[in-house]
């Protein structure tokens, strides 16, 4: 998928929601641990009742890895279906991978084409040849990881390398980098106050934003801080949508909570 | 595996030789693409005539994940293999993973649990609520990043932080995390000269040190600089080994080259 098509349907279904699948079996309506594949039922009704209020769904991979074989399956299973169903939906493999060359093509075929999904997360620590194999796939994305919402980016990601935060520093050096211009970037929400300065640094690429929700992000400062002129932005939840219930009706709780923040993103779009 | 039983076999083995297992269907012999399962073929092979001269094997998942499902059985088959047939080879799933903390636990539960691997390494980017949660898995050793063997190392991890270079800025600050005994590190032998300031700060901890040989490294120098009282390095070489031949006498071939590894990891060892 293009960048074009992306904000094609932001657009038109006033949305920028990206729906994270992160499926726990201790945390799925116990009904459906009687399916066949349960991650994958589990995923189909969630996508069925949602996929009209979200523009990207991103199925971080350690959970379907933590299930081995079946786990992986039903990875196949969700992004075949998804491809199928919603190919105007934009596919995220939250894989956070990097390697060196020859082993960044390995990872970037598996995700890229054998999965078929439009773009992956991606680690920088290992720099420039650890991720342009990635680039080279055309109307793919690769979204480098500048500044997660996690705690622990206080630990290296703030640090101060070239009289700059080393986030920003990945910023700066990752715009040089070939194609380059299949780049977006993981940026947390619960630093909000820091996207100003991140925009002067990258003024149109996307940003992959978590933290709204669960982890405490506001989305309004998102958008004050974050929105760009092509809107630039991709706000994930994941456990506050799929999540919402966990009984037979989970699937109409979880479109009711993707309903309540695309509302939201409608009032932001309008706003800017 | 504990760290103690780790350095009895590098003793009794007289090696402490890793061999990387990066299968590409493209480069292994192609009598074996016949076979039900290439890739484990290829590894049974590999392991059944290397395993005497090693004393670790490292499975890159990259090239597993390429080949989708079947990838990824042929990865559990290898590591069951491994397990069942050769208890006392350490083994390293080389997935370079890392991702906030309940994602992270997924990971772990998908190496140290699912597959059994007795490591995993990780990368530090996202800092300690990344990494910790592997940690707490008791023998099971996670094997950070902090130099790597690639030209990208230098895009970032020798950047100044805090006086001193982002590698070692990592290599300090994770010796504070709760279980950090559990940490080994990744330190690429193309830059060996670094491992004595690398020894100041983690005098004791294993090194997985890749680089040697195809990437130019050089064995004589990492021991002379790197060797700890306890060894503590594991040296690995992949594509030099497994690829020494793609006839019918690969296995052979491969053994032949690990046995010339072998050979020089006896007399370092005896130096030091």
Same mark, same amino acid.
């Given at each position: 998928m293009t960048t074009a098509q992306l904000v094609s349907e932001i657009k038109r279904k006033k949305s920028f929601l990206c729906i994270g699948l992160d499926v726990d079996l201790n945390k799925?309506? =116990?009904?459906?641990?009687?399916?066949?594949d349960p991650i994958f039922a589990f995923n189909k009704a969630i996508i069925d009742a949602t996929h009209h209020l979200c523009v990207a769904y991103k199925p971080n991979t350690a959970f379907y890895e933590a299930y081995g074989i079946k786990g992986w399956q039903a990875l196949e299973k969700t992004i075949n279906y998804l491809n199928k169903n919603y190919p105007e939906i934009f596919t995220i493999a939250d894989a956070k991978r990097g390697d060196i060359g020859n082993t960044s093509t390995m990872y970037a075929k598996a995700f890229?084409?054998?999965? +078929?999904?439009d773009s992956v997360t991606v680690a920088p620590y290992m720099g420039k040849d650890s991720v342009e194999p990635f680039l080279t796939f055309e109307n793919k994305h690769t979204i480098l990881l500048a500044?997660?919402?996690? =705690?622990? +980016?206080?630990?290296? =990601?703030?640090k101060t390398v070239n009289d700059k935060e080393l986030y920003k520093e990945v910023l700066e050096t990752s715009? &040089?980098?070939? &194609?380059?211009?299949n780049l977006m970037y993981v940026v947390g929400a619960t630093k909000a106050e820091y996207l100003a300065e991140i925009r002067n640094i990258i003024p149109n690429s996307f940003l992959l934003v978590p933290g709204v929700g669960a982890q405490g992000g506001n989305l309004q400062d998102v958008c004050k801080y974050g929105m760009s002129n092509n809107v630039g932005l991709l706000i994930n939840s994941s456990r506050g949508i799929?999540?919402?219930?966990?009984?037979?009706c989970f699937a109409n709780a979880a479109a009711k909570k993707a309903q309540e923040l695309q509302l939201q993103m409608e009032v932001e779009l309008k706003r800017y």
């Open positions: 799925i309506p =116990q009904h459906l641990l009687k399916e066949n890229f084409e054998d999965l +078929a999904f500044l997660t919402s996690n =705690q622990g +980016a206080f630990d290296f =990601q703030t715009k &040089n980098w070939t &194609n380059s211009e799929i999540y919402a219930s966990n009984d037979v």
